[in-house]
């Protein structure tokens, strides 16, 4: 039986352990404490997926909740992956916020997974990246 709760008052070190243990730990500064911390007391929409007291899945948004939801991290332990708890996650996520188009960039484990949950490519994303210059 999986809880899902919403809020970002959560243990740091069992957040990190949850990015290394879904492999998405490989893509995020795991290894910077200030950074991991900020990235989670600043994201305004937190929705974590609990065995117990076991944090065992997360999604980490920023939301302004009328227009647009950055869906920028989603991580579930490997031993609890392919069982919903993504999907559920999103789901709360999106219930969050109902008017907001959720948007995302996809790592590479999961480029397959979200047309496959119901989520539309765009062709007309852009990023910059930290310190690239405008000009
Ligand atoms: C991507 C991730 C969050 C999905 O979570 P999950 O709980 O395993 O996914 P769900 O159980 O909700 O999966 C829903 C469906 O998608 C499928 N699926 C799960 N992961 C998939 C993947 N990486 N690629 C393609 N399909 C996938 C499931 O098999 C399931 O299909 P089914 O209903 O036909 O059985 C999880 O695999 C993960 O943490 N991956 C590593 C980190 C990562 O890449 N995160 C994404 C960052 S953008």
Redesign the pocket.
């Known amino acids: 039986m999986i809880d899902y709760r919403a809020g970002d008052d959560l243990d740091l070190d069992e957040v990190i352990d949850v990015y290394v243990d ?3 730990g490989k893509r995020r500064p795991v290894d910077d404490r200030a950074r991991m911390d900020g990235m989670l007391r600043c994201a305004n929409l937190v929705v974590t997926a609990w065995d117990a007291d076991r944090l065992i ?1 997360l999604a980490r948004s920023v939301s302004d909740f009328h227009y647009a939801t950055y869906l920028s ?4 332990r490997l031993s ?8 559920e996650l999103i789901r709360r996520t999106q219930q969050a916020a109902p008017q907001a188009t959720i948007i ?4 590479p ?2 480029v ?2 979200y047309p ?2 119901g989520f539309t490519q765009h062709q007309s994303a852009w990023i910059l990246r930290p310190g690239e210059a405008l000009r």
């Open positions: 879904s492999t998405l899945g991290d989603l991580a579930v609890y992956q392919k069982r919903g708890i993504g999907i995302l960039l996809a790592a484990a999961a397959e997974y496959r949950i």
